[in-house]
């Protein structure tokens, strides 16, 4: 079975979560013996096609990108129709409006599985004009999955454009790499880079650093927490969060800049905890939370109505606040940092409920069913 996969931007170029969200399900997918190839836009692409273990990347030039849209010409137009051909299965990612495009001048027949990561939050006018055309593609779509009951529940556009046949519920999930061997220094390494003292207790930020992570009232509230905070990832806030803590005092704040991989394994396995605030449902799923779950580590986030709050299980894995709320977050934070039976026990949970919903097996044995439902159908 041959599926390609249809998202704006793809590694080599600079990370995000939903580009991993990708890698994982072609990967674990990939292990089932599908074979994925992804279709992206690039400012350099050069080479066009990069081998990876989880499939071919094909990119073509993104011209433009006005609200983090990118835009092809008449050239991706072509190399769609091409990949579009061979794929028994297309897999578009939303949201990215240009896929839409692509998709209506592209005359896809095949099959088409579209994952709605996310509703579109911050740009209301692109949501207005871009309207029509995304209404229409998500009609046409043979399954739409969503990565969460709560997302399938509280999107509006989910309900008002996809019938409750073709609506799915996929969780997103992550390939365990937990025991895979690190350098021996590593953490010893960045304890020094960061000024953490050996077996002291730190909680982790981690990923890009955007408007919609709830960042700041992270900082807000840093002065009255009794650990440290390590905020790792960069992004258009980072100055904006450095200038805040300065101004609240927060001198436990620690930005760690971008890390490598053994130096976000190094923060997973010594953090007490993982910290995402995120205030805005463009932070749909929470990737990280996956990865804190699979290190064992208690989660402390936000309730937005998205994913987020179906990865933490709130009492049981960790604990989930009102968002911008600073009271709450501090009593969930100190409540781990002084009671550390208790973020085992919840720790534990967290790696039994990964486990169960968010492994590599279980992401790829329920897309793979999902190609096979929709080609037979």
Not at 150 to 157: C, F, H, K, M, N
Not at 266 to 285: D, I, K, Q, T, Y
Request: a positive charge; glycine letters at 8%; charged letters at 20%.
């Amino acid at each position: 079975m041959r599926v390609v996969h249809v998202y704006r931007t793809y590694f080599p170029d600079p990370p995000g979560g939903l580009q991993e969200a990708i890698r994982q399900i072609a990967l674990a997918t990939r292990e089932r013996g599908v074979e994925p190839r992804i279709l992206t836009l690039s400012p350099s692409p050069t080479p066009t096609v990069v081998e990876r273990p989880e499939g071919q990347v094909i990119r073509e030039k993104s011209w433009a990108a006005p609200a983090s849209c990118d835009l092809g010409g008449p050239c991706s137009v072509i190399r769609y129709r091409e990949l579009a051909d061979w794929a028994d299965v297309v897999h578009f990612h939303f949201p990215w409006p240009f896929a839409d495009v692509l998709h209506l001048l592209g005359r896809t027949s095949k099959p088409t599985v579209m994952t709605y990561h996310s509703d579109i939050v911050r740009q209301k006018l692109l949501g207005a004009v871009y309207g029509p055309l995304m209404r229409r593609t998500l009609r046409s779509m043979s399954a739409v999955v969503a990565t969460s009951a709560a997302y399938a529940r509280t999107s509006e556009t989910l309900a008002a454009c996809v019938s409750k046949e073709r609506l799915k519920t996929i969780p997103l999930g992550i390939i365990d790499y937990r025991d895979e061997p690190q350098p021996l220094d590593a953490r010893r390494k960045l304890e020094s880079r960061l000024g953490l003292a050996p077996a002291e207790p730190y909680f982790l930020a981690l990923g890009v650093l955007r408007y919609y992570k709830g960042l700041h009232t992270l900082v807000e509230a840093a002065r009255h927490v009794q650990a440290k905070i390590v905020i790792a990832g960069s992004g258009p806030e980072r100055e904006r969060l450095a200038a805040l803590a300065r101004q609240h005092g927060a001198t436990n704040v620690v930005f760690a800049g971008q890390v490598t991989h053994e130096e976000k394994v190094a923060l997973l396995e010594g953090c007490r905890a993982m910290v995402l605030p995120s205030h805005l449902r463009s932070e749909a799923f929470g990737m990280v939370l996956v990865e804190a779950a699979m290190f064992g580590k208690p989660m402390v986030c936000c309730e937005v109505g998205s994913g987020t709050s179906f990865v933490n299980e709130d009492g049981v894995t960790g604990f989930v606040v009102p968002p911008e709320a600073p009271e709450p977050l501090i009593a969930a934070i100190n409540r781990l940092t002084l009671d550390e039976a208790l973020a085992c026990g919840m720790g534990a949970a967290a790696r039994q409920r990964y486990e169960r919903l968010f492994s590599g097996a279980a992401l790829g044995n329920a897309y793979k069913s999902l190609y096979e439902h929709v080609l037979s159908s």
